[in-house]
């Protein structure tokens, strides 16, 4: 007996000389600022240490540790509920927030590692421990804690930890299972709860195929022996809450379902994830490892949606589709992956919104001072119509569930702008489509549009039925604004500028009178001509409402230079 309480001391000791080794770095003290600091504060302090100590301006040999010290204290400080954690527990990790959630992610675990064959590595979080044996190791353990156990400052039952290690608590008498350290009580206290919806052949296929959600489903007969599995399921679902929905199937009853399915005959439970993993088609992907909440945790993280495309900002030009439709959302965040929320978010809004997202890391970047963004993360969007609009920025994550709460909101308000945007436009078109049109340049109605008449003539060129559709959907958009004063009418007007399209494939000498090559090079492009004064200016830039607007009201405005034509244009 005194073995055994020496040694329970013993190991009572160690923990808590790796817990404190764990906390010994204070990430307030490396950004300098205090712990009530708010995240403007964060940001601002990150950002003139960053600039202080970056390799490539700092030479000193401990300037690159010193900027990776600086960038781990501002991943965990700008990033709320890492900052909780950390606050309370000193562990950073285990963020619901923007985080990636890639395979392999530990979620919130810590590890204290002695190295060697045969010894032990202890992985750590708030209510779990868990001993993975090195080489030579035959036994592993996986236990929850907070019971009617003893309790410590770490948040489990002494009693718990003494009684897997020595096979009985403290008080004797308590035999634990292979799937938790709970007694058989409690399991089953846990197993009869209802948050595991019971899902039916009518549920099956209004709620769960193709609609984008992610399930992690439990296949059972009521004869099968299902010790420990509801437990670990509920714990998964209830740390993925807002992410993931869970439902069991008896498949006594439900035999038509199961048998559809391929899942039938069961000797024992099975558990499934219905899977985006693959492609945009859902499909039942089984889990086949152990019973074990981090291991299942990271199987339904690895089989959430993945509709959102990954850019690279510099490289990255929003195309403006006139057939699609679909409004577009970008996510501009500090991680590396594609944040968990926004793959969720991907999958509740498939076939709705295009999903896009990328890392970026300054908002002086020049790519991001482009999309008008002034903190990050932000989120970007952009209609149909191809208008940009800065949806939020600054963003601050509480909890999964209610920041994917919150950015729903956030989304269904900017689908419905989308759609009065485009019923506005479409009902515009209905009484007015004749007015609502870009006409093609030819001979007949050359003078009408481009004549000496005309102060200034926009003219889109293209040099193919896609760069035709995408100008002349930009054009008419723009034309219909003020600042661009009358689009074009048959009768012309002496205070109008107006607008056309020409075909430069089969318009190559007009062009010429422009440029002595025609332009070959350009794909699509906007001239805009002075006809009286016989002078140009050419747009040849990223194609969006926005830079052609910035073109025409620089037009207005005297503020491009325009050049001399080399001779008078003439349509063919």
């Known amino acids: 007996m005194k073995v055994r309480f020496a040694l329970s001391i013993f190991l009572f000791s160690t923990l808590l000389i790796l817990n404190a080794k764990a906390k010994t770095v204070d990430l307030y003290k490396v950004l300098g600022v205090e712990r009530n600091a708010s995240q403007r504060e964060i940001q601002k302090a990150f950002h003139k240490l960053s600039l202080q100590y970056h390799p490539d301006k700092n030479k000193n040999k401990a300037a690159q540790e010193k900027f990776a010290e600086i960038n781990n204290a501002y991943d965990i400080l700008s990033d709320e509920e890492k900052r909780k954690n950390y606050d309370l527990y000193g562990d950073e990790k285990g963020s619901p927030g923007f985080d990636a959630g890639h395979p392999g992610n530990q979620g919130g675990y810590t590890y204290f590692t002695s190295g060697g064959p045969g010894q032990s590595q202890f992985t750590s979080r708030p209510g779990e421990w868990q001993n993975m044996g090195g080489q030579g190791s035959s036994r592993s353990f996986s236990f929850s804690f907070g019971g009617t156990g003893g309790s410590s400052s770490f948040g489990f039952g002494l009693d718990d930890i003494f009684s897997d290690f020595f096979g009985s608590s403290f008080g004797g008498g308590r035999q634990f299972g292979g799937f938790s350290g709970s007694t058989g009580s409690q399991s089953q206290s846990r197993s009869s709860s209802g948050n595991i919806r019971a899902i039916n052949l009518q549920v099956f296929k209004k709620e769960i195929v193709e609609k984008g959600m992610t399930?992690?489903?439990?296949?059972?007969?009521?004869?099968?022996?299902?010790?420990?599995?509801?437990?670990?399921?509920?714990?998964v679902a209830n740390s993925m809450e807002g992410a993931l929905k869970v439902g069991s199937i008896n498949c006594e009853t439900e035999a038509s379902l199961c048998k559809e399915l391929g899942v039938h005959r069961l000797r024992s439970p099975r558990i499934f994830a219905y899977s985006y993993k693959a492609g945009d088609k859902g499909s039942l992907v089984e889990y086949n490892e152990h019973l074990v909440a981090k291991n299942l945790k990271s199987f339904c993280r690895d089989h959430l949606p993945r509709f959102s495309k990954r850019i690279n900002l510099n490289r990255f030009e929003f195309t403006f589709d006139a057939k699609a439709r679909l409004p577009s959302v970008l996510l501009l965040s500090t991680k590396k992956e594609t944040p968990i929320i926004w793959r969720v978010l991907s999958g509740m809004y498939h076939e709705r919104?295009?999903?896009?997202?990328?890392?970026?890391?300054?908002?002086?970047?020049?790519?991001?001072?482009?999309?008008?963004?002034?903190?990050?993360?932000?989120?970007?969007?952009?209609?149909?119509?191809?208008?940009?609009?800065?949806l939020k920025t600054g963003m601050s994550v509480k909890d999964q569930k209610s920041s994917i709460h919150e950015l729903s909101k956030l989304l269904d308000g900017f689908e419905k702008k989308n759609k009065k945007a485009a019923s506005a436009r479409a009902s515009k078109s209905h009484s007015d489509s004749a007015e609502e049109q870009i006409p093609l340049l030819t001979r007949s109605n050359f003078d009408a549009i481009c004549g000496e008449a005309i102060p200034v003539c926009i003219i889109g060129a293209f040099r193919s039925s896609n760069a035709r559709g995408k100008l002349e959907s930009i054009v008419l958009d723009v034309s219909q604004k003020s600042l661009?004063?009358?689009?074009?009418?048959?009768?012309?007007?002496?205070?109008?500028?107006?607008?056309?399209?020409?075909?430069?494939?089969?318009?190559?000498?007009?062009?010429?009178?422009?440029?002595?090559?025609?332009?070959?090079?350009?794909?699509?492009?906007?001239?805009?001509y002075k006809p009286k004064r016989g002078k140009f200016a050419v747009f040849a830039g990223e194609m969006t409402p926005e830079e052609v607007e910035r073109f025409i009201g620089s037009v207005l405005n005297g503020d491009v230079q325009f050049s001399k034509t080399r001779h008078k244009p003439l349509i063919k």
């Open 484 to 528: 661009s004063r009358h689009q074009y009418s048959a009768s012309g007007s002496r205070n109008s500028i107006t607008y056309a399209l020409l075909d430069a494939a089969k318009q190559s000498s007009f062009l010429s009178a422009f440029d002595k090559s025609g332009f070959k090079s350009l794909g699509k492009f906007l001239v805009a």
């Open 353 to 390: 919104l295009n999903f896009y997202d990328t890392e970026v890391h300054d908002v002086s970047d020049p790519a991001v001072k482009k999309l008008g963004v002034d903190a990050l993360p932000a989120i970007v969007g952009w209609l149909s119509n191809g208008e940009k609009d800065v």
């Open 215 to 235: 399930w992690l489903l439990f296949f059972y007969s009521p004869s099968s022996n299902r010790d420990g599995y509801e437990s670990v399921i509920e714990e």
